[in-house]
């Protein structure tokens, strides 16, 4: 778990590299808002691609030789935005930083399933998902101290190694359990589990439809927060990169603790008797309800509200995000699992594209305003086609153990 807590961590602190610079990156390179959402839709849209294949090659390569190289690819990618000249070198460097890391979380999460058990995937995931709060919470004052005292060039080699030095170690300690002695009994027999399933079985399953409209609603605006924010804060709050760097990192750290109390949460409700499919969605619930109050950002003008309300939405959304990547472990085989996680993040990632182009186009001509209270409308709309399309699945559940009504 500390070795998929620190990949994570590096894989945000990578992506969140080029928002934390981008005023700077802006000026220099002569970039418009407008072509700043082109550099990040071109990392979405690749990543949208092959977070549903590499999620395939995971479950085929197995989770350690596939997280190795796909760490190893993205951190190579890192260091070449040091060399990028103009929009269409960014571009490039950002679509090929994509391809590595669309494996960080069906990677992560199929190392979850194979290990550890029902009751303790929500925590266990929580746990690993610390790192999309925590690479956040370090990238501004990492990435501002580095671009302050020596370039922002070196700000990307710098992050872009980090990772190099973490794909040595994962080699050396990570062994799944069939090649290891200890935890086995823990996760899933994989001598019996499940093959992977073939494209038309999980096209056609609604339970995996279930994840990705999920990840569809919700993973854009995860997106707005982890690559518009700072430039929100320069923007529409006049903020200097100065004090981006000692302020941005707070509600990185509120979704830190949404990580762990997300994953906690639902566990605790599995422990009590909750059907773990059940648990995981009124978990979604709560998180749904919380993250609309980041939507008052836009009212607020003291900077010390605006940031309470910005945090409690980002608590909120990795809150949700947690619990909603540990559903498929309730509802899916480990040997299907990272195939199944990758496909909530095509949609996901599709969902990030469409409103990345959608805020460029919106903060270009008019303002943030639209952007933030859309921002509190997709999370109940993707929880409620969750629950059509899991319906069945929470009906069986509850036939099984004794309901005496259907669930609704």
């Known amino acids: 778990m500390v070795l998929l807590m620190a990949a994570t961590t590096i894989n945000y602190i990578d ?149 190099l030095i973490w794909s040595i170690s994962w080699l050396l300690l990570y062994r799944a359990p069939a090649e290891s002695n200890r935890g086995h009994d823990a996760g899933e027999d994989l001598t019996v589990a499940p093959a992977a399933m073939n494209w038309a079985d999980l096209f056609t399953a609604k339970k995996a439809w279930a994840v990705g409209l999920g990840r569809f609603f919700a993973d854009p605006i995860w ?65 749904t309800i919380l993250v609309t109050f980041g939507v008052l950002s836009v009212y607020l003008n003291d900077i010390f509200w605006v940031m309470t309300v910005i945090s409690l939405g980002a608590y909120a959304m990795q809150f949700w995000g947690g619990t909603l990547d540990t559903l498929p472990t309730d509802l899916f085989p480990s040997q299907q699992v990272a195939q199944v996680v990758g496909f909530g993040g095509l949609m996901g990632a599709m969902g990030g594209v469409l409103f990345t182009g959608f805020t460029g186009f919106v903060v270009t001509h008019y303002s943030y305003t639209p952007i933030w209270i859309a921002s509190g409308m997709t999370y109940p709309l993707g929880l409620t086609i969750m629950y059509l399309l899991l319906r069945d699945t929470l009906n069986r559940d509850a036939s099984q153990h004794g309901a005496k009504t259907p669930v609704v």
């Open 15 to 163: 992506r969140q590299t080029l928002s934390v610079l981008a005023p700077l990156l802006q000026k220099e390179l002569h970039i418009s808002s407008l072509e700043y959402s082109y550099a990040v839709n071109s990392f979405l849209v690749v990543y949208s691609v092959m977070y549903l294949l590499m999620g395939r090659i995971l479950d085929r390569l197995g989770s350690r030789r596939g997280m190795a190289m796909a760490v190893i690819w993205w951190s190579m990618a890192e260091v070449l935005h040091g060399a990028a000249v103009g929009l269409k070198t960014l571009c490039l460097f950002r679509a090929m930083l994509a391809i590595g890391e669309a494996a960080i979380i069906p990677g992560g999460v199929k190392a979850v399933a194979e290990w550890f058990n029902p009751e303790q995937r929500g925590v266990a995931i929580g746990a690993f998902e610390t790192g999309l709060s925590l690479g956040p919470i370090l990238a501004p004052p990492l990435v501002v101290w580095i671009a302050l005292r020596y370039s922002w060039r070196e700000a990307f080699v710098w992050t872009g190694v980090m990772g």
């Open 223 to 287: 997106y707005f927060y982890l690559f518009w924010l700072p430039k929100y804060m320069a923007d529409a709050k006049g903020l200097s990169i100065k004090v981006i760097g000692e302020l941005a990192w707070i509600p990185y750290a509120a979704s830190l603790l949404g990580s762990i109390t997300g994953g906690a949460f639902s566990s605790w409700l599995v422990r009590r008797g909750t059907r773990p499919v059940k648990a995981r969605l009124d978990a979604l619930l709560v998180g």
